[in-house]
């Protein structure tokens, strides 16, 4: 059975920082691009970083220059650093694998930015 089991997600006052993980199992984890989405209440999801298998990335627009992606393949492992959070950085962030055809997500872990 394919797991992806974020952690790190919390209240964080604005300004502050969190480090987000994603530990994958039962797959080949470094040959898949993995990434992390965030959904608001009422809100679509929405991609925040990206990074391939190459370890190529990319970011949305909102958070370039304050979140980093990283991956360790020794440890079947994404991450993602958080840094100068804001209110509306707050949502349910997801973990997803993706290859091909083959794509697997995370159950979320909730991130609160709020004084």
């Known amino acids: 059975q394919v797991q992806l089991v974020e952690s790190g997600g919390g209240l964080v006052q604005p300004g502050g920082s969190l480090r987000l993980s994603c530990v994958a199992s039962?797959?080949?984890?470094?040959?898949?691009?993995m990434e992390w989405y965030r959904q608001a209440p009422g809100k679509q999801r929405e991609l925040v970083a990206r990074?391939?298998?190459?370890?190529?990335?990319n970011y949305a627009d909102s958070v370039k220059g304050r979140f980093t992606i990283s991956r360790d393949n020794t440890k079947d492992t994404v991450h993602l650093q958080m840094n100068s959070l804001k209110p509306e950085d707050t949502a349910v962030y997801y973990c997803h694998a993706d290859r091909v055809i083959l794509d697997y997500w995370g159950k979320g872990t909730l991130v609160t930015v709020s004084s």
């Open positions: 039962r797959i080949t984890f470094s040959v898949y691009t």
């Open positions: 990074i391939r298998s190459d370890s190529n990335t």
